[in-house]
């Protein structure tokens, strides 16, 4: 089994720029160990497991760290992260729940909303691309909350980038955070 030795090899396996922060580099922990569970992926999960886990521990950041801290280089509050197709908050999954749908209103039109279960559906369409359905699923994770995002085109047409998608959302929180 490989060994991790330095910080150059520990972002690489976690899929991560040199620079990461602390909650950057614990949020993509946290996907990939639950994208490559052994239940899921069979008995390889338990060797990627300790790989992660070394990958972590040579960044010196712990990865059950259920807080995304206010030192310097890591999320305070109001700060949004975007990790992958989704992005993170620190404060609690109600109240994300509540901004995220006012933050689809500016991105798109929000078109179904489920306070029960943090399910929230919008219609978004950016510079001219074809109108997309937007679903969003929310996880509290302690002190903050993943939003996860899927975008799928309502036609044939190829669906705007969801990255793009994704960084307009976390401008819209942000402007709610400011104002």
Excluded at 67 to 88: F, H, M, P
């Amino acid at each position: 089994m490989l060994e991790v030795v330095d910080r150059l090899q520990a972002c690489e396996i976690l899929g991560l720029g040199f620079d990461v922060s602390p909650t950057e580099a614990r949020l993509r922990y946290r996907r990939l160990v639950r994208a490559n569970h052994p239940d899921i992926i069979g008995p390889v999960g338990n060797d990627l497991t300790v790989l992660f886990n070394q990958a972590m521990a040579v960044l010196e950041i712990a990865p059950d760290e259920t807080s995304l801290g206010t030192s310097e280089g890591q999320a305070t509050r109001d700060d949004v992260v975007v990790i992958d197709d989704g992005l993170a908050v620190e404060m609690p999954a109600d109240e994300l729940f509540i901004r995220l749908a006012h933050a689809l209103d500016v991105v798109g039109t929000l078109t179904f909303r489920d306070d029960s279960s943090g399910y929230l559906e919008a219609v978004v369409s950016l510079d001219g691309s074809p109108a997309s359905q937007l679903v969003v699923n929310l996880q509290g994770r302690g002190s903050f909350t993943e939003a996860s995002f899927t975008l799928e085109s309502m036609g044939t047409e190829t669906p705007p980038d969801l990255a793009e998608v994704v960084r307009r959302i976390r401008d819209a929180l942000q402007r709610q955070a400011d104002a």
